[in-house]
């Protein structure tokens, strides 16, 4: 589930942007239609998809840009959303023409080169509709359609030159606490999605739509019902309300033709509540995205008490590791520990699994599955408050980490020295209210001792899990999802400070930042448009990085408790000399 809800924090945002669904302004005059090749095989010059590349990893192999010049990096057009609260979705470019996303479910189309808005979509989202998570994390596209997810709980089909409304399919009731913030992922004509909504006690589950009619093809739970394996992992009921939402795009793997899901924590938040491993909370799951049958399956780890969602899917990279290749599934997890996988045709095997913060509940890990042993002191319960490390924020929360295949190590947005405590209390599941199975009474956050930061960005050298460097923020928490390039930079936002940075991808040294104007929580990208690299990004505090925010300026005097919010697209290049 996500973090400390709005409800709790900061009261409840309610839906409210203003006008009907359809485009304004101009259209696109000219459009490349995309097909399921060029997702394979994107060019570099465009950003296609969520992290680019349907492995996950984040990175763009331009290079013009590059540790010799990018100090000269400077804004060459921005653009206002309007619009208030965390923007986290990343700019998808096609060949010069841009789409962002915004909360309260808006599509702007953009000429990437000259930042002239060319359509803006809004949907008239429900008066009733309480959004816990008001943000939206980008659109998929496939031929010459633009799709989004929606907080009200539809998945919509947007003509890409026009921006009008081909079709919108509801895809659960947002009455019962469902809604959708990620971005769809597309494959064998289908569009994919997932529901949040754990903090209601949903059952999770992936859905897939033909992309032309908007026709469910399958739906898969994420949560067994009676006589399904993994059903015996549940006691009684409590599969119906289990959680394990779905809200981080999955990765792909177009051999295999299996995608890749992360999944929420279980619901209520306290395990002695649901005894059981509680199957297929906090896992990756492999599923046939022809079919939706689950192929193979990972837990994180069982019987989740802490809030520890794992609902980033895996990247996929191949390691060179003791002698041979792994085809690996690499997860940075919520729990705190950096997690390799191996995919193959018998299912995924466990290869292993390392501390990257400070982490006091696992004992031990078993060295064939993966498996931890939990010291029961830091486990909380029903009416038990315990103390553990990390916070239920964990170790690193849904901004993605990247890798770069050139410098082989994978950059992790974490933040360390956090950690928190929790308990909890019986409560009955009411159909569109929250189910916690906890209050702000119940939840606390604290600093380890000494300690001189919480944010830091690490790099790791996979095929021997050791840590390559690590950059610290003295004053500041760590919500900055990561771009690596082929110049040999790392770039990331996701400080209180306001500043956009490059990094020194080989040694971590601070090369060039950028004030902006509110924190940036969104997923950087790089495109080529004639010849001319760009680094695009949206700058927009909210959500749960303010949430935290104002949690540890609670905690500590060296945190301010106010970042400015308000959206705005920045985009730059290297300076013409």
């Not at 996303?101 to 000429?111: E, K, L, N, R, S």
């Not at 895809?171 to 289908?190: F, I, N, S, W």
């Not at 890798?403 to 405590?421: D, F, H, Q, V």
Request: glycine share 12%; aromatic share 10%.
């Amino acid at each position: 589930m996500r973090n400390f809800k709005r409800m709790l924090m900061a009261g409840v945002a309610f839906a409210g942007l203003a006008g009907a669904p359809g485009p304004v302004q101009a259209e696109v005059k000219t459009y490349s239609p995309v097909t399921e090749q060029r997702l394979q095989n994107p060019e570099p010059r465009n950003w296609l998809m969520y992290r680019g590349t349907y492995d996950g990893q984040g990175y763009s192999p331009l290079d013009k840009i590059n540790t010799s010049n990018v100090a000269d990096l400077v804004p060459v057009w921005t653009l206002s959303t309007g619009v208030m609260e965390g923007h986290q979705s990343p700019p998808i470019v096609n060949d010069g023409v841009m789409f962002v996303t915004t909360p309260q479910a808006q599509v702007i189309a953009v000429d990437a080169k000259t930042g002239e808005q060319l359509w803006r979509y809004k949907r008239q989202l429900p008066e009733d509709l309480t959004q816990l998570h008001p943000t939206n994390r980008g659109v998929a596209l496939l031929g010459d359609r633009v799709y989004v997810a929606t907080v009200d709980d539809f998945l919509v089909a947007l003509d890409a030159k026009t921006g009008k409304e081909i079709w919108a399919k509801e895809v659960e009731d947002y009455r019962k606490g469902h809604y959708m913030t990620l971005a769809p992922l597309v494959a064998h004509g289908k569009i994919m999605v997932g529901g949040s909504g754990g903090e209601y006690g949903i059952r999770g589950f992936v859905a897939a739509y033909d992309a032309n009619t908007g026709e469910q093809a399958w739906r898969t739970y994420t949560i067994p019902k009676p006589g399904e394996p993994g059903s015996d992992t549940w006691t009684g009921d409590t599969w119906k309300t289990g959680g394990g939402s779905i809200w981080i795009t999955g990765t792909y793997d177009p051999e295999q033709g299996t995608a890749y899901w992360g999944t929420g924590n279980a619901a209520p938040w306290m395990g002695n509540a649901r005894p059981g491993d509680n199957l297929h909370t906090t896992s990756v799951l492999a599923l046939d995205v022809d079919t939706g049958a689950i192929k193979a399956a990972h837990q994180y780890h069982h019987n989740d008490s802490w809030d520890w969602d794992e609902v980033d899917p895996p990247m996929l990279v191949d390691i060179q590791k003791d002698g041979r290749t792994i085809k690996g599934m690499v997860h940075p997890g919520r729990n705190g520990y950096l997690w390799t996988l191996e995919r193959g045709e018998e299912g995924i095997s466990f290869v292993s699994g390392v501390p990257f913060v400070r982490q006091n509940v696992f004992t031990s890990i078993d060295k064939k599955t993966g498996r931890p042993t939990y010291d029961e002191a830091r486990k909380p319960g029903l009416n038990k408050l315990v103390d553990f490390c990390p916070s239920l924020w964990g170790g690193k929360d849904w901004p993605p980490a990247a890798y770069s295949p050139r410098t082989k190590m994978i950059y992790i947005p974490a933040n360390e020295n956090l950690c928190g405590s929790l308990s909890g209390k019986m409560m009955d599941y009411v159909p569109g209210q929250l189910y916690l199975g906890a209050g702000l009474e119940d939840i606390g956050l604290t600093l380890f001792p000494n300690a001189d930061h919480v944010g830091e960005l690490q790099a790791w050298d996979l095929s021997t899990n050791k840590k390559m460097w690590s950059h610290p923020f003295a004053k500041s928490q760590l919500w900055g999802p990561v771009l690596a390039t082929g110049g040999d930079l790392v770039f990331m936002g996701g400080t209180n400070d306001r500043d956009f940075r490059a990094f020194d991808a080989k040694s971590g040294k601070v090369l060039w930042k950028q004030k902006t104007n509110s924190g940036v929580t969104g997923v950087p990208v790089s495109y080529e448009v004639d010849g001319v690299q760009y680094i695009a990004v949206q700058s927009g505090w909210g959500v749960d990085a303010q949430r935290m925010q104002d949690s540890l300026a609670k905690v500590s005097v060296d945190y301010r408790n106010e970042v400015p919010q308000g959206g705005v697209v920045w985009v730059f290049a290297v300076r013409k000399r």
